[in-house]
C-alpha cells in the first residue's frame, strides 16, 4: 500500500506546523530504515529532519508516537481502490499494489521495520492495526460490488477476502524471503478470488 513520503522542506497546506511534520516523519522513515525501532530515539529523528529537539519531543513523545504519526500518513496517502468492473480485477490489482510497495527502495524496508516495531511496543502494535483497517476498510467495497454482481456468495466477508489477498505476500515479505514479484501477486489474487467465489469466505456457507 504505497505512500509517497514528502521530502523535507516540501510546502503542504497548514505553513511551517506541516513542514516541519513532513521532515520529521521522512526522517523517522529514514532512521526506521537504517538502523531499526530499538536503537532510534527522538534526538537522532530531530537531527535528522533538522528541527528542534522539544518541538519533536512536545508534538509526538517518544517513537512509537512519530511510528503511529508516520502509518497514519501512509494511510491516508496510499492509492485508492481500483473499480475494474470485476472482482478479479480488483484483487488483482490490489495484490499488485502490494507487491509495488514491497518493491519500492523505501517502502520495502520501512514496512518491515513497522512492523518489528510493532512486534515490541504497543504503541506501534496499535497504530500498525489501525493502518491495516484504515487500508481493508478502503478495499472493502470492491468485494461489496462482486456481491452485487453475483460474483461472491450473500454473507462473504470483505475484510477476510482482502486478508486472503494480502497474507501471502507479507508471508513472502517477513518470513521465506522469496520475491513478492508480479507472478507471486497473480497467484494470491486467483487464490482469494477462487475461494471467495466458492463461499469460503462466507458466514451463510453450509457445513
Excluded at 518491515?112 to 516495531?117: G, H
Amino acid at each position: 500500500m504505497s505512500v509517497e513520503l514528502p521530502e523535507p522542506g516540501t510546502v503542504r497546506p497548514g505553513g511551517r506546523t506541516a513542514r516541519v511534520r513532513s521532515a520529521v516523519l521522512r526522517a523517522a522513515a529514514e532512521a526506521l530504515v537504517d538502523r531499526g525501532f530499538g536503537r532510534i530515539d527522538l534526538p537522532d529523528i530531530a537531527r535528522r529532519a533538522e528541527v528542534g529537539k522539544t518541538t519533536v519531543y512536545r508534538r509526538w513523545g517518544s517513537v512509537a508516537g512519530v511510528v503511529a504519526d508516520l502509518l497514519a500518513e501512509m494511510a491516508s496517502d496510499s492509492e485508492p481502490r481500483a473499480d475494474t468492473g470485476s472482482l478479479g480485477g480488483d484483487l488483482a490489482a490490489l495484490a499488485h499494489l502490494i507487491r509495488r510497495t514491497f518493491a519500492d527502495p523505501l517502502h520495502g524496508p520501512l514496512f518491515k521495520a513497522v512492523i518489528a516495531a510493532a512486534t515490541c511496543d504497543a504503541e506501534a502494535a496499535e497504530a500498525l492495526g489501525r493502518f491495516y483497517r484504515t487500508r481493508a476498510a478502503e478495499w472493502e467495497p470492491c468485494i461489496e460490488r462482486a456481491r452485487e454482481r453475483g460474483e461472491v456468495p450473500a454473507g462473504t466477508d470483505a475484510a477476510e477476502v482482502i486478508e486472503a489477498v494480502s497474507g501471502p505476500l507479507y508471508y513472502r515479505l517477513l518470513a521465506t524471503g522469496k520475491p513478492v514479484d508480479p507472478a507471486a501477486a497473480d497467484r494470491a489474487a486467483a487464490a482469494a478470488l477462487e475461494a471467495a467465489a466458492a463461499g469460503i469466505f462466507s458466514s451463510t456457507a453450509e457445513g
